[in-house]
């Protein structure tokens, strides 16, 4: 079944056709927002003065916090998030009034103007200092056992160590939008968002309105990657309040720097974790206590740190673990949803203690980990939920057979003993992911599916286009079904409208949601058709439909068959109905959160890749010289799509743990606030060996085409990379130790990697002298 | 045919195949915007407004000759009148009758576009690579990573772009753009354009005195190539009383070599330097690396040696390298020049030696006997368009015993790029083997300063400056030994 139609939109993208928010040409007398933010991490307003900003030149209205309508409210799951404060600041950056003017260059400049007096309070800008007074979002849970320590008796080999991951800036490449227009039921709002359906509920929030006033709709996302979840809504609020009021079109697009100031980014996680082996190198036991750094606010962070604790097994068989999940209220931005949702973080936390565990327990790291995977009899993940299909185990062996793993590692050991300036790394990690959103009711979707009396088609869904290719795979499953080609059909913009109460397109389920609505759309549609042609045309056996025909299906000569415009034609004329809905939920998944036990996945996506670096010893600088990945995308739906989805989410995941640095003021505010000093990779940081190839498996789970969701899995490949770097710098202590290696590895972390390796090379050096 | 209306304006641009003429701009419009908001092209997208990721890339045509006057640039940090009298070329343009540009198609076909946003950047930076006679049967893979380190995309990993950009090397021709040649109507027309209240653009030397003379510093702005400048006019919105635009004074864009001297004037891009240093008299490996991970290629399309020196900047890639070159600069003035040594010159963060009514004309050094004494090194968080965190240039001559001369200079160290005639006084005379390496440490630790900051530590900077400082030194006789 699978396809390889090209993207949807790939020539409006290069001519410079395809439109985003901001680029749709306004009606006269639209207005422009900016806005005021605090300037402390946490304060007491005590004066809030705009008489200067309201005369400034161009300003058309102001707003605070006491002109909302209706709600002052824009927390996504808890009520804890104000449109605009009113007197309790709770981070640097937080909205404090907004301003209309006739241009974004005067509103920004009204902004300016603005006399706001505080008086400061102490804030806590750190995990570390948030643990101290117990600081959370939302209760910490606990999962598995009661007594940590009883579970470390005995071991034969124990690594008790932290690791502290840092966050990441989404940087997609369109800067946060969105436009409201008044009409004459309520109003409309185009915005740039992965959760159209969350803008409506929130926008008919503040104004006070019932969600049938507001109509939001978007064709696509200059890039989301989990920013644009729940981080557009506000904006989205503010232009409603201000056309309502002005009853004018309004924008708000963010400056780059306002977005990477005010919107959340991915969570930095502080893990501590001990974890044992038995003097056969099986895994015994794990204690993870991770900490998320989730900003002043909940947004996601229940659920992102919540796929943190189903991901600190990553692909291993733990017999006994305890997991504990502390939900850090920081006074800083609220962080929130990036691609893999807190999955990266918690598994790159198992992935650096299993390279530690190898190396205590003298293992090679590969076959380590080969040993541990989930494997029939060992299958049961540490929230109970049984790992049903083994992939990985002969993944891992394809994958290490096609890069030539084990001869490259033996090379490399040998090349590295030279003590060149040069050193090499390599290793090899797999990715095991839990497909489902573990909040169990966003598990639903819907779809429509019209036909037009001329035969062309509109498929329409909850899910929306961030460039993932979502609308072409939609568009594929609608073509196999009716047998025609994809030019005949259009999918249309994601309006809530069309498709009511859709969740976010999130959590790598858009294809496998939506595609199973549209599924059904198509069948209950052809239901129609085929009682049509046996009622009507008189066919004694089942439409076919193919190659832009239908006949019957007894009809081997050809004889009977119409084109597909004319039998919908014919149908149209007996009155058959051409328009339906699907509507799909997941099966058999549930969870109990607090006890941590359940079956929250409706299956697992797996890959794995091998990485190999070359670093430079003198400088810690180094380059990415190989990467092989093997993926199963199941029936992959598209494989042009999904693997432009592994590529990309790979090097996405390289940026985050090699050179994207997020760096912090003392007041928390964050100073890499442009691409002049957040360095995203470019073409050069992408490894020139780079084979991507799909393991060919089907889903056992029926899902649409039996594929897998593809979105956010490949981005965890890069902790290969991580890995590899680890290796390299292990090679300068001869393999004797692991050394401790920051996230993201910058070359100068790199570089202090290899120094830290030397120093301890030379005192294991004098103690085995002694 | 050019109506009348469009042709009897002050103003005068070539937007794709159409001639404008405009009664006036604001001075202080970003050419982003111009195409954005007063023309409606919107297929040119604001990404970062800081000319780091590239999505705003357009290309600026002068004159007829189609391809040696072609420069990609950042189209947010130029200002809109910087491109008065001359073409731009945006991603609605390329596509001619016959169909899509082969960039295009060739992005299409290689499955290279996302989310769309990057895209329009991506396309006219391989326009301008493809288009401009920069390919040859060697492009290679690293020429097209190169052509695009400052376009910035998130969703692709790039694999798929590259290839793209290699497709299209093969099927590109000459005549692709023949639908947006500048006719000579059309240049004698562009010619015609003229400078416009608050924003002068003086077309000699002389000129550019009389506006010096006639403003002063605070309500100025002097202007090449803006790469630095025009960010504070869109991230700051400063308002200059007049902004005097320098970038088509030809006098200042002259490089020449007379008798062992290498003179370059202030408004020479870095990309003109950077063919200089490619081939001839004058090629310097070194040189070459250096530049190439100057900037972008958009940036060094505009940037300027004379911008890069009186911004000042404690990093300045360029200044360290001419530092060590023992480079000049000369100083005018209505009645008369001076030539100061560079060290003279940036007199501190930021501050040069220029009086207000004096501008620094062009840059000389003798040139080395053999470039290959000349070595730098750049380190940085990122290799493609990055600010260094050091960056370290040493000119050296031996004779395969002694160190018969030294110079090194530093950036990232301290608050401008300094000599380290210390470090330089240990070294000189000494054998390879002689060098007391623990007194060149030590020195550095009492002479320079790193701070810490977003790129580096003052720690890591530190290492490294004496790591590459040693590294540098032996790869001299390494090199010298093994050819």
Not at chain 1, 54 to 73: F, R
Not at chain 1, 472 to 493: L, P, Q
Not at chain 1, 742 to 753: D, H, I, R
Not at chain 2, 76 to 103: F, N, R
Request: aromatic content about 8%.
């Amino acid at each position: 079944m699978t396809s390889n139609e090209r993207h949807e939109s790939s020539v409006a993208h290069v001519t410079g056709q395809a439109l985003f928010v901001d680029d749709v040409v306004l009606p006269e007398g639209a207005l422009h927002i900016a806005v005021g933010v605090a300037e402390d991490p946490r304060a007491e307003l005590t004066k809030i003065d705009l008489g200067n900003v309201i005369t400034s030149h161009g300003v058309v209205d102001v707003i605070t916090a006491w002109d909302i309508p209706g709600a002052n409210q824009v927390g996504p799951v808890v009520e804890d998030e104000p449109l605009l404060v009113k007197s309790d600041v709770q981070y640097t950056g937080q909205r404090i009034f907004a301003v209309a003017a006739t241009s974004q260059e005067l509103a920004r400049r009204a902004v300016a103007k603005a006399d706001i007096d505080c008086s400061t309070k102490p804030a806590v800008l750190t995990i570390h200092d948030a643990l101290k007074v117990d600081s959370t979002v939302t209760p910490t849970r606990y999962w598995g056992e009661e007594d940590p320590d009883a579970l470390f008796d005995n071991a034969a080999t124990v690594v008790d160590e932290s690791i502290y991951i840092r966050g990441q800036e989404h940087f997609y490449l369109e800067p946060q939008t969105a436009l409201a227009l008044p009409n004459e039921d309520g109003i409309y709002v185009l915005i740039s968002s992965q959760h159209p359906g969350d803008v409506q509920r929130l926008v008919a929030n503040v104004l006070g309105w019932p969600m049938n006033r507001v109509t939001v709709e978007c064709r696509r996302m200059g890039g989301a990657f989990g920013g644009k979840e729940t981080q557009a809504a506000p904006l989205a609020c503010l232009c409603a309040i201000f056309a309502v009021r002005q009853q004018r079109a309004v924008k708000y697009t963010m400056t780059r720097n306002a977005d990477m100031t005010q919107t959340g980014k991915r969570h930095d996680f502080s893990i501590d974790y001990r974890i044992s082996c038995d003097d056969q190198g099986y895994l015994e036991a794990a204690y993870f206590r991770l900490a998320a750094k989730c900003g002043y606010s909940a947004d996601l962070s229940d659920g992102i740190v919540d796929r943190a604790m189903f991901h600190v097994d990553n692909s291993y068989y733990l017999p006994r673990s305890k997991i504990v999940g502390h939900r850090s209220k920081t006074n800083t931005v609220s962080n929130t949803a990036f691609r893999g949702f807190g999955g990266p973080q918690g598994m790159l936390a198992m992935e650096c203690a299993m390279d530690e565990l190898a190396y205590k327990a003298g293992l090679e790291p590969l076959s380590f980990r080969q040993k541990n995977l989930y494997r029939p009899g060992f299958a049961t993940t540490p929230y109970g939920q049984n790992v049903e299909s083994f992939i990985l185990p002969e993944l891992i062996d394809e994958l290490a057979k096609q890069a030539s793993y084990w001869e490259r590692r033996g090379e490399i050991k040998r090349v590295n003993s030279r003590g060149q300036r040069w050193i090499k790394g390599i290793s090899l990690n797999p990715v095991k992911f839990g497909i489902s959103f573990t909040t169990t009711h966003l598990n639903q979707a819907g779809a429509m599916i019209n036909i037009f009396e001329d035969g062309s088609i509109e498929v329409n869904h909850g899910g929306t286009e961030m460039g993932q290719g979502l609308y072409t795979k939609m568009k594929g499953i609608v073509a196999r079904e009716f047998g025609v080609d994809v030019g005949v059909i259009r999918n249309t913009s994601t309006r809530t409208d069309k498709v009511p109460n859709a969740s976010p397109t999130a959590a790598s389920s858009g294809a496998d949601l939506n595609g199973m609505a549209v599924l059904e759309a198509c069948r209950s549609i052809k239901a129609n058709l085929c009682a049509f042609a046996r009622d009507k045309l008189g066919w004694s056996s089942e439409p076919v439909f193919l190659s832009n025909r239908v006949s019957p299906s007894d009809d081997k000569s050809g004889a009977d068959a119409i084109s597909f415009p004319a039998f919908i034609k014919k149908a149209y004329l007996a009155r058959i109905a051409l328009s339906a809905k699907g509507f799909y939920k997941t099966p058999n998944i549930f969870i109990d959160k607090d006890a941590g036990i359940g079956s929250p996945f409706y299956y697992f996506a797996n890959c794995a890749a091998v990485s190999e670096v070359a670093v430079d010893r003198l400088t810690g600088n180094y380059f990415v010289s190989r990467v092989d990945i093997l993926h199963d995308a199941g029936n992959s739906l598209n494989q042009t799509i999904d693997l432009g989805q592994i590529e990309g989410g790979f090097v996405q995941g390289l940026g985050w743990l090699t050179t994207e640095e997020l760096k912090w003021s003392e007041n928390g505010t964050v100073l890499t606030d442009g691409p002049a000093n957040y360095k995203i990779p470019t073409a050069h940081d992408v490894p020139e060996i780079f084979n991507v190839r799909f393991f060919k498996r089907e889903n056992s789970v029926p899902t649409v085409s039996r594929s897998k969701a593809v979105g956010e899995p490949p981005l965890m490949l890069a902790i290969s990379v991580w890995c590899a770097l680890r290796d390299a710098c292990a090679s300068v202590a001869n393999y004797k130790l692991m050394p401790k290696l920051s996230v993201p590895a910058t070359s100068e972390q790199v570089y202090y990697c290899i120094e830290d390796a030397a120093r301890a090379a030379s005192r294991l050096d004098t103690h085995e002298a002694c | 045919m050019t109506p009348d209306s469009e042709v009897n304006k002050p103003v005068i641009i070539k937007v794709n195949a159409h001639i404008y003429g405009l009664d006036t701009v604001d001075p202080h419009l970003t050419l982003l915007e111009f195409l954005r908001e007063s023309l409606h092209l919107r297929g040119t997208k604001q990404g970062c407004g800081t000319g780091d990721c590239g999505a705003c890339t357009v290309i600026v045509a002068t004159g007829e000759a189609p391809n040696e006057s072609r420069h990609a640039i950042n189209s947010c940090i130029t200002p809109a009148l910087a491109v008065a009298g001359k073409q731009v070329i945006t991603v609605e343009g390329i596509a001619s009758d016959q169909g899509l540009h082969p960039v295009q198609q060739a992005m299409v076909d290689s499955n290279a576009s996302q989310c769309g946003f990057c895209t329009p950047g991506f396309v006219m930076s391989l326009v301008d690579f493809t288009a401009s006679n920069k390919v040859s049967e060697t492009s290679s893979r690293s020429d097209v990573i190169a052509t695009i380190g400052g376009n910035l995309c998130r969703c692709t990993g790039y694999r798929p772009i590259v290839e793209a950009g290699l497709i299209a090397c093969s099927t590109s021709s000459d005549t692709d753009l023949a639908h947006l040649r500048i006719s000579q109507e059309e240049s004698r027309l562009l010619a015609k354009s003229e400078s416009i209240e608050g924003y002068i653009k003086v077309d000699s030397e002389s000129a550019f005195l009389d506006e010096l003379n006639t403003s002063e510093p605070g309500s100025r702005l002097i202007l090449s190539g803006g790469t630095d400048a025009w960010i504070e006019v869109t991230s700051r919105l400063l308002k200059y009383d007049k902004i005097i635009d320098i970038s088509d004074v030809a006098t200042l864009k002259h490089i020449g070599v007379q008798d062992g001297i290498l003179s370059v004037g202030a408004c020479t891009t870095l990309s003109r330097l950077l063919s200089f240093f490619s081939a001839g008299a004058c090629r310097s490996e070194a040189m070459v690396n250096l530049l190439k991970r100057f900037g972008s290629k958009q940036i060094r399309n505009r940037a300027t040696i004379g911008g890069n020196l009186c911004s000042a900047s404690p990093i300045g890639d360029l200044i360290p390298a001419l530092l060590v070159l023992e480079a000049t600069a000369v100083l005018t003035r209505a009645n008369g020049s001076r030539i100061l040594d560079l060290e003279e010159f940036i007199e501190g963060y930021r501050k040069t030696a220029l009086a207000k009514d004096e501008y620094l004309s062009k840059i000389s050094l003798s040139i080395p006997e053999s470039w290959s004494s000349f070595a730098f090194r750049k380190l940085s968080k990122r290799y493609e368009d990055d600010i260094s965190s050091v960056s370290i240039a040493v000119f050296l001559l031996h004779d395969n015993v002694r160190i018969n001369e030294i110079r090194i200079a530093l950036g990232g160290a301290g608050d401008r790029a300094l000599r380290l005639f210390e470090v330089e006084k240990i070294i000189l005379g000494r054998r390879l083997i002689d060098i007391d390496w623990k007194a060149v440490s030590d020195t550095l630790d009492r002479t320079i300063f790193p701070i810490s900051d977003v790129r580096a530590s003052a720690d890591y900077r530190q290492s490294m400056a004496i790591a590459s400082i040693k590294e540098m030194v032996d790869q001299f006789f390494l090199s010298s030994s093994g050819s």
